[in-house]
């Protein structure tokens, strides 16, 4: 061991002899203070938004239910708005499996707006979700142009079988979109 080491041993003794002094401990306690108030101050607001946010919520809730239910979240509220626009089907009336066909349309739009797909229009939109997220673009296609013919057209007639088909194809592409 040479000088200058035992030298410098020396001085990190003394400087751990100067820090942990008392007197310094006691002129250091003011300060102390004021970072322990700080840190229970910032600690105790870490917490409050901790608990008050909805996305820690939303997030523990999406877990459970995904946990719970075996499926995606989300699926379930697309299969309740799907019985709903199914329900109009019962009805018998042509006007209102026109308006079912309209909502699965806007529902489909909505569902690919919310994933991110950008589109000036409909169109647009399924072909910016390409084959991957929708497999069957072509029917999707058919059956937004029978939309536009209701939404365009008054006169337009259609069955109840063909709105089924329509709403089928509507309710696979929600579903898959929904899954993925």
Do not use: C
């Not at 901790?50 to 877990?63: G, I, V």
């Not at 939109?125 to 059956?143: C, S, Y």
Request: proline share 2%; glycine share 4%; aromatic share 16%.
């Amino acid at each position: 061991m040479t000088w200058e080491s035992v030298y410098n041993l020396l001085r990190i003794k003394d400087f751990i002899y100067f820090v942990s002094s008392p007197v310094l401990q006691d002129a250091l306690f003011p300060v102390k203070l004021v970072f322990v108030f700080f840190t229970m101050f910032f600690l105790s607001a870490v917490v409050y938004f901790m608990l008050n946010s909805t996305y820690l919520k939303y997030k523990f809730l999406e877990d459970v239910t995904e946990f719970i239910s075996y499926q995606a979240y989300g699926l379930r509220e697309i299969a309740n708005r799907w019985k709903k626009i199914q329900k109009r089907t019962e009805s018998g009336a042509e006007s209102e499996y026109k308006l079912a066909l309209i909502e699965a349309d806007d529902f489909l739009n909505e569902m690919l707006e919310d994933r991110g797909f950008a589109g000036k229009n409909f169109e647009e939109l399924v072909n910016n979700a390409g084959k991957i997220i929708l497999p069957n673009i072509e029917e999707v296609l058919a059956a937004h142009e029978i939309r536009n013919s209701i939404v365009y057209n008054p006169d337009y007639k259609i069955d109840l079988d063909k709105v089924k088909k329509i709403l089928a194809i509507y309710e696979a592409t929600t579903k898959n979109i929904g899954a993925s």
